[in-house]
């Protein structure tokens, strides 16, 4: 499974970004696939997490209410909508993938890992 992120940028708080995931080669029928982010010298921290079967949702805290993720089964892709960013939202941003319908929160579950596409937010 090869995952390709895109749609990363520079804005300003308050405004919005799109991340799309593309998955690609073999795919999983029972599978999730979730974002994760790492800011500067601090370690990577979820972010979100969506199954793809039944497309439950799972938030960290600290992005509910503003991010959502969702999934588009024709493309094979997953998005992160980001609204109402903050300057603590800059990071690079990674999508994963799992063998699994449980979608985790834990990256140590994941089986393949995209590569990262950077987010900045200015004040």
């Known amino acids: 499974v090869q995952l390709q992120a895109s749609g990363g940028g520079s804005v300003q708080a308050g405004g919005s970004l799109r991340l799309s995931c593309a998955a690609s080669?073999?795919?999983?029928?029972?599978?999730?696939m979730g974002w994760f982010r790492q800011a500067p010298g601090r370690e990577r921290e979820f972010v979100a997490a969506i199954s793809w079967s039944t497309s439950r949702t799972y938030y960290a805290d600290s992005v509910k209410g503003r991010f959502t993720i969702a999934r588009d089964n024709a493309k094979n892709t997953v998005y992160l909508q980001m609204n109402y960013l903050k300057p603590e939202d800059t990071a690079a941003y990674y999508c994963?993938?799992?063998?699994?319908?449980?979608?985790?929160?834990?990256?140590?579950?994941?089986?393949?890992w995209g590569q990262g596409t950077e987010v900045t937010v200015s004040s």
């Open positions: 080669g073999r795919t999983f029928s029972d599978r999730s």
């Open positions: 994963a993938a799992r063998r699994s319908s449980y979608a985790s929160a834990n990256q140590n579950e994941y089986d393949y």
